[in-house]
């Protein structure tokens, strides 16, 4: 009896913490946290904590997009935010993954297949990877960015204005303003002369 009562009381908690998470997932996609004038968004999207998810005017983002913000990760309460600037691109299937902090200035444009995140898991060998705490470093992409096709951008990463990423780049460290960067990892392949107007290769 003493044994059925407890594993009838171990399924009671665990159902009752399921309907508290999905309450909270409900709570936290009842509305954005701020949607501007005439942004257009196309749907099938997946969205995962709508309310610290902040748009600017004028944004498109095109179907099968999934933007998520992580408002806790094993007991910690981490309420990431994404913001995303005027008049800004994100293009079919991009997956942005906020656990801090992850700012897109205005007018760039976010080719299909792009990935950002502030965050990445730990791994220590033989311990699970879902189990790992996260390793966070908030993200940054200044205004008039390009972002190539397929690219990813991982945590820590600042880009500044009028930056262009090549398809299928992997951006693991920051770039200053008015470059051209590509490759896995990424490295700057030209810069813009701005007396002659020129892209010059570095």
């Avoid at 994404?82 to 444009?109: F, R």
Wanted: aromatic share 8%.
């Amino acid at each position: 009896m003493r044994i059925w009562r407890e594993g009838y009381n171990m399924l009671l908690n665990r159902v009752i913490q399921a309907i508290k998470n999905r309450y909270i997932e409900f709570k936290d996609n009842i509305r954005w946290g701020s949607k501007g004038k005439g942004t257009h968004i196309i749907k099938p999207m997946r969205l995962i904590g709508k309310t610290r998810i902040f748009i600017g005017d004028n944004v498109t983002i095109l179907n099968n997009a999934r933007l998520e913000t992580i408002r806790e990760w094993k007991g910690t309460i981490l309420n990431g935010i994404l913001k995303i600037g005027d008049n800004t691109s994100i293009e079919q299937s991009c997956h942005i993954v906020s656990a801090k902090e992850i700012e897109i200035g205005h007018d760039s444009v976010f080719s299909a297949y792009v990935y950002v995140s502030d965050c990445a898991h730990g791994y220590d060998i033989g311990d699970s990877i879902m189990d790992s705490q996260l390793d966070i470093k908030p993200v940054k992409i200044g205004n008039h960015c390009f972002v190539g096709i397929g690219s990813c951008i991982m945590p820590g990463v600042s880009l500044g204005d009028n930056v262009v990423v090549g398809a299928n780049s992997v951006v693991t460290k920051s770039f200053s303003d008015n470059c051209m960067i590509a490759g896995s990892p990424a490295k700057m392949i030209k810069k813009y002369d701005e007396a002659t107007r020129i892209w010059v290769k570095c």
